[in-house]
């Protein structure tokens, strides 16, 4: 009852892709939910924005945050290298131990690599950068695109600021400021991929990144005007995949429940009236894109 009073309620069945397991050549994308991905083809495994360990509401408000390295390494058992948006905590506290389960680079801002020296990853594992720049990753090319954090509490950036050394480690929520917020640009050679894991953005910074594939944060988009608009203009995409549209509290292996005011049916349609394609994948779901 208070789950449906506060404006929790869980996904329609109907709303999702049918989710595709099986091996291929083509380019692969797993929603681990929240802002997180699994981009995979035969050559490379880039993981973006991982978050499986979701404590639940006591403890994100009253304790240290102690990364699940369990559950990562059941299912994320290989990364080639790991991306990261911004340093709040739903974005980048387990990144830094499955970088160390699986010897991938932590690949992000000023912030984030601050996270990864306070977790005990080594320099060797660390690439920071302050976006818009070609950054080899095999055969794929990654780029940060300067960005903006969307509004998404009561109309205010929560948790804004910069950490500008490596804070404690388990941390608090309150450690993790989000600092340089980038969006990430993948050119896989093939399909490209535009990840935008808060909701806003700088237009001029996506003018020259033409993307086929959107990975779109849900949460915030009505703060942020044109939203759907200015990207569908900007970028060209053929799909659009809707991310962060889920409470990151729900248990990983559970059934996801939406985050009051996300409004997922009304983002679908929008997506629609733009004239691109919605694919809008359960938590764990997994779509593959031709080659």
């Not at 387990?94 to 160390?100: G, I, K, S, T, V």
Request: aromatic share 6%; net charge negative; with cysteine.
């Amino acid at each position: 009852m208070l789950k449906q009073l506060i404006g929790i309620r869980r996904p329609h069945a109907a709303w999702f892709e049918k989710s595709s397991d099986e091996p291929g050549d083509g380019l692969s994308l797993r929603y681990l939910g929240t802002a997180g991905f699994v981009l995979s083809s035969p050559e490379r495994t880039l993981v973006l924005d991982p978050f499986l360990t979701r404590p639940d509401l006591t403890t994100t408000l009253l304790r240290p945050l102690r990364v699940n390295a369990e559950l990562l390494r059941r299912h994320i058992p290989h990364a080639d290298d790991v991306v990261v948006g911004h340093a709040h905590y739903d974005h980048v506290l387990d990144a830094p131990e499955l970088c160390r389960q699986t010897g991938a680079r932590l690949v992000g801002s000023s912030a984030v690599c601050m996270v990864g020296r306070a977790a005990g990853l080594p320099e060797s594992q660390l690439l920071e950068t302050r976006g818009n720049e070609d950054i080899e990753s095999g055969p794929w090319t990654l780029r940060g695109l300067p960005s903006r954090h969307g509004k998404v509490f009561m109309g205010r950036v929560a948790l804004a600021g910069d950490i500008t050394r490596p804070p404690p480690w388990p941390p608090r929520v309150s450690h993790l400021r989000h600092g340089q917020v980038l969006n990430w640009w993948v050119d896989t050679g093939g399909l490209r991929i535009l990840h935008v894991d808060s909701a806003d953005f700088i237009n001029e910074e996506l003018d020259q990144c033409q993307a086929d594939i959107v990975c779109l944060c849900a949460i915030g988009r009505h703060a942020r005007p044109n939203y759907v608009r200015d990207i569908v203009d900007r970028v060209r995409p053929k799909w659009i995949v809707p991310c962060h549209w889920d409470t990151m509290m729900t248990p990983y292996e559970q059934e996801p429940e939406c985050l009051p005011g996300v409004d997922l049916p009304g983002f679908i349609d929008e997506i629609r009236q733009a004239g691109v394609t919605p694919i809008v994948l359960p938590m764990r779901g997994q779509y593959r894109f031709p080659a």
